[in-house]
């Protein structure tokens, strides 16, 4: 089993940064995929950035440039600093990860990112 708790969301006006942490606990060797996801109210769940075990990123097109991805402490820590903000970021964030053995992905209960003025 594998745990994940987000944290770092909030409110903040467009053209700003924040910073998403996800904390992550239990059978940590068998991740190999980290990533985030976000949804958007009324939409569906989309890929934000996602890091592989060897280091590999992998951004959404809307993102690029603007968001990054990292994973820290032994993969115990994943985050996504996101700059440059735009209100069509709006959404609630979720940290997922994809191990090796089942149930093979995880999701995080969610932050709500909000970008207005």
């Known amino acids: 089993q594998v745990q994940l708790v987000e944290s770092g969301g909030g409110l903040v006006q467009p053209g700003g940064s924040l910073r998403l942490s996800c904390a992550v606990s239990?059978?940590?060797?068998?991740?190999?995929?980290m990533g985030w996801y976000r949804q958007a109210h009324g939409k569906q769940r989309e890929l934000v950035a996602t890091?592989?075990?060897?280091?590999?990123?992998n951004y959404a097109d809307s993102v690029k440039g603007r968001f990054t991805i990292s994973s820290g402490n032994a993969k115990k820590m994943v985050y996504l600093q996101m700059n440059s903000l735009k209100p069509e970021d709006t959404a609630v964030y979720y940290c997922?990860?994809?191990?090796?053995?089942?149930?093979?992905?995880?999701w995080g209960q969610g932050t709500q990112v909000t970008v207005s003025s």
């Open positions: 997922n990860v994809d191990t090796q053995i089942a149930p093979f992905n995880y």
């Open positions: 239990g059978s940590i060797f068998s991740i190999y995929r």
């Open positions: 890091i592989t075990n060897i280091g590999s990123t």
